[in-house]
């Protein structure tokens, strides 16, 4: 019977912790409306926020000459420095610079010397050089693309959620900036509530979802106790 009480005050104690949740809300770039009256985004919202992708080193790219059977989808990979090799004009520069901006790169080098007006097409095929690194609390750790725009809410559904002991208040992003490192904390729960806005993650970042112990605590303690009877609750707050 003592153990019993012995943890039904841990459960209470636990509780004496809860907080009310947050207001919807808060940031001054975010607008609460009511549910039925959010309007769709239009075609520019959708295409607005996408961050234009930047080949690094052993990505793998698809190139193809139109009209030239010989650089018909062509497979390239590029090397540890971010170059590729291209049939008639070698070495190309490819690291830093987007799909688009080596197509004209190549064309430039075929143009007149070797092709009169050359049609060049480059697509990405896969990346490694241009990931996130996401661990921590969250259901599959790992490493994942950045392409286009990523924010923390999507890299964190990337890893498909967060797990069970994740503590939502205590989310650090890692970051260099200029050589320098960073860190911000950040709060899953108050981005979720539009406390403020979802930031934006960038590639090379490293995103840590913090593991909260009251919830392990919550879980040992009802593996602890199959035979009570009597239903035990606990709120933990932020958690």
Not at 114 to 141: A, K
Not at 163 to 168: P, R, T
Not at 182 to 205: H, S, T, V, W
């Amino acid at each position: 019977m003592n153990k019993r009480f012995l943890l039904a005050s841990s459960l209470l104690a636990l509780s004496a912790c809860a907080g009310k949740p947050a207001p919807l809300g808060g940031s001054p770039d975010i607008a609460v409306v009511a549910g039925d009256s959010m309007p769709p985004p239009t075609r520019t919202d959708i295409v607005a926020d996408n961050r234009p992708y930047l080949i690094g080193p052993f990505d793998k790219l698809t190139i193809d000459v139109f009209g030239i059977e010989e650089m018909k989808l062509l497979k390239v990979q590029t090397d540890a420095s971010g170059r590729i090799s291209f049939p008639l004009i070698g070495s190309v520069e490819a690291a830093g610079k987007t799909p688009a901006e080596v197509s004209t790169l190549i064309a430039d080098k075929l143009r007149g010397r070797y092709i009169r007006d050359p049609q060049v097409t480059v697509n990405l095929d896969d990346t490694v050089s241009q990931v996130v690194s996401v661990g921590g609390e969250v259901r599959e750790p790992g490493l994942y693309p950045v392409i286009g725009r990523m924010t923390l809410m999507r890299a964190v559904s990337t890893a498909k959620g967060t797990s069970e002991f994740a503590k939502l208040n205590d989310v650090v992003v890692f970051r260099t900036v200029g050589g320098r490192k960073m860190a911000a904390l950040y709060n899953l729960k108050a981005i979720q509530r539009g406390a403020y806005a979802d930031p934006e993650i960038f590639a090379n970042d490293v995103i840590v979802v913090g593991d909260s112990p009251g919830r392990r605590l919550f879980r040992d303690i009802l593996q602890a106790t199959p035979l009570l009877t009597a239903p035990l609750i606990a709120y933990l707050n932020n958690n």
